[in-house]
């Protein structure tokens, strides 16, 4: 596709993720996440431009994180709009732990805007001083999944915790999600203790959380018809043991886990449910593939 702005490839950082616009069918308008380069290193930068014979045209920065760093890390980002109509981006925190408790930096955060790049008035951070004005909530570690909830329209996300701690949380505007001052993950090889704990009070508990971590890389709400036994759960993908796990709900409490596919097919970068009902996975390989989930005939 032509007319995309330089994006810098490094670590983790390149393409990240695609969304179309609500109203796409009138508007035309397409948003893509990337890691761009600037000034003081690399970050997550959001723009929308219009597709025209395969060429993005017209097209708009609507978000820069601030500030960028020299690292390679936890670019985030996941793409969503919420029933509100406002555009939710997923930032890590770069590889900085201390960057997701600063509200003047936007590492490490939920942000949203208007779909034209604008501010919210109700924003929960607009009206204070020193906080940056496009956060909704922050202490988030790197958020690699957002999606609605089919009946409430909540928006919830899974976070990559480190050495464990992958976490499920329903996100709500202003609420710190503690990274990295609690988590139930440890410290990479020595599995030291990470911060001050699992809880401390003005931070939220996830909803559910997995130890050890499976490396959680995107979330889908099932709502289809062609497995109705599944409406209402959740589906995360992981990448460090290729499963899809299939997360029972009961309001906001998971009261049963189910692990498919067990690495049958690799790595798993991605989980959707397409216009037809049924599962679609994207593994994550030089040669990947993109695998159909269909119904087990019954005899």
């Known amino acids: 596709m032509g007319g995309l702005p330089p994006i810098a490839?490094?670590?983790?950082g390149g393409l990240l993720d695609v969304a179309l616009d609500p109203d796409f069918e009138n508007n035309g308008w397409i948003y893509l996440s990337f890691s761009a380069a600037g000034k003081g290193g690399t970050g997550t930068e959001v723009i929308r431009g219009r597709l025209v014979n395969m060429r993005l045209e017209a097209v708009q920065t609507l978000f820069r994180l601030t500030p960028k760093s020299r690292s390679g890390r936890h670019f985030g980002s996941r793409l969503l709009f919420g029933t509100d109509g406002h555009l939710y981006i997923s930032l890590g925190d770069r590889g900085d732990r201390p960057r997701a408790q600063d509200l003047a930096d936007h590492a490490g955060s939920l942000i949203r805007i208007h779909a034209d790049g604008s501010v919210p008035d109700d924003n929960p951070f607009v009206k204070q001083s020193g906080a940056l004005p496009e956060i909704y909530t922050y202490g988030n570690r790197n958020i690699q999944g957002l999606d609605r909830h089919p009946e409430s329209g909540d928006i919830w996300s899974v976070e990559h915790g480190p050495q464990g701690g992958d976490e499920l949380n329903r996100m709500q505007p202003g609420v710190n999600y503690g990274w990295p001052v609690i988590t139930y993950g440890?410290?990479?090889?020595?599995g030291t203790d990470i911060g001050e704990g699992t809880a401390k009070p003005g931070m939220a508990q996830p909803v559910h959380y997995w130890v050890p971590s499976i490396a959680i890389s995107s979330l889908q709400f099932y709502d289809g018809a062609v497995f109705p036994a599944w409406r209402g759960n959740a589906f995360v993908s992981s990448l460090k043991f290729g499963q899809l796990a299939r997360l029972e709900l009961q309001g906001e409490r998971v009261v049963h886990e189910e692990r498919l596919i067990n690495d049958a097919l690799g790595r798993l970068r991605e989980v959707r449910q397409g216009p037809d009902g049924l599962l679609y996975l994207l593994t994550d390989a030089a040669d990947g593939r993109l695998?159909?989930?269909?119904?087990?005939p019954r005899d």
């Open 291 to 296: 695998v159909r989930m269909n119904p087990v």
């Open 9 to 12: 490839v490094e670590g983790q």
């Open 186 to 190: 440890k410290n990479y090889v020595i």
